[in-house]
């Protein structure tokens, strides 16, 4: 699979619509993504195939929404590029959701995808959205 495969690849992998997508089926599906498919041209040993989990209450794009979001990186060392394929669940920000600082976790190789796994599931951003329905769900994938 190349970086820019991702998108229908992941997209294929759901096999139904993105905004029927939970956050829990949403990010373990891109785990397992992560742990079934590398993509060619990168090289795990230079970070060329990451995960990065992030929240946050933005307004990028009013109004303001609590966004959780899983994104895979993908580096071509040899092309000098980096790619990237975004989940990314919006919510009505909730007192809970406000409450929290902006984060991150990265997971910066395979090896790593079970503890990952652990802090992404245990977080206190998962726990603000159980039983929250998003706002809206998306699917990105670009050059950075």
């Known amino acids: 699979m190349t970086p820019a495969d991702s ?21 373990d599906e891109m785990l397992r993504f992560y742990a079934d498919q590398r993509a060619d041209g ?20 009013p109004p303001p929404t609590f966004q959780l979001n899983i994104t895979r990186q993908f580096i071509l060392p040899d092309a000098e590029e980096t790619y990237q394929l975004s989940l990314t669940f919006h919510y009505l920000p909730t007192g809970q959701m406000q409450a929290l600082k902006e ?17 992404v599931n ?7 959205t159980v039983g929250a329905v998003p706002l809206r769900v998306e699917l990105r994938f670009n050059q950075c």
């Open 122 to 128: 245990q977080s206190e951003a998962i726990s603000a």
């Open 42 to 61: 990168t090289t795990m040993d230079e970070d060329g195939d990451m995960l990065l989990f992030q929240w946050g209450t933005y307004d990028f794009v």
């Open 103 to 119: 984060g991150n976790k990265w997971c910066y190789r395979d090896n790593g995808l079970a503890a990952f796994r652990d802090v």
């Open 7 to 27: 998108e229908a690849e992941f997209l294929h992998r759901i096999s139904g619509p993105l905004d029927q997508l939970t956050v829990g089926r949403g990010i």
